[in-house]
Nanobody, 122 residues
Framework: QVQLVESGGGLVQAGGSLRLSCAASGRTISRYAVGWFRQALGKEREFVAAIAWSTGSTGYADSVKGRFTISRVNAKNTVYLQMNSLKPEDTGVYYC???????????????WGQGTQVTVSS
């Protein structure tokens, strides 16, 4: 079992930055791919970014490419999502998820955090 806890969300003005953290416990996260997903009110959960455990390869949704960066520090059992140039449409609850296999499909992930709210004001 892997337990995940997100932190770092909050209220920020458009153009600002936030860094989300996903801290794992229970098992080392070094052997898991980790993805970030978000869900806006009334909308479906969508892929934001993911990082593979073996190669460190990353993937991003087109809407966040060039603005968001996912990274991991295995020694801290933590994955980060640096979000720059935030837009109001980035508002939502951000979830991190872990699975042995890399995927951009939320249904493929077995372990989920409780989410952290990100609100970007215009």
């Amino acid at each position: 079992q892997v337990q995940l806890v997100e932190s770092g969300g909050g209220l920020v003005q458009a153009g600002g930055s936030l860094r989300l953290s996903c801290a794992a416990s229970g098992r080392t996260i070094s052997r898991y791919a980790v993805g970030w997903f978000r869900q806006a009110l009334g909308k479906e959960r969508e892929f934001v970014a993911a990082i593979a455990w073996s190669t460190g390869s990353t993937g991003y949704a087109d809407s966040v490419k060039g603005r968001f960066t996912i990274s991991r520090v295995n020694a801290k059992n933590t994955v980060y999502l640096q979000m720059n140039s935030l837009k109001p449409e980035d508002t939502g609850v951000y979830y991190c998820a872990a699975d042995p296999r890399y995927s951009d499909d939320f249904s493929e992930y077995d372990y989920w955090g409780q989410g952290t709210q990100v609100t970007v004001s215009s």
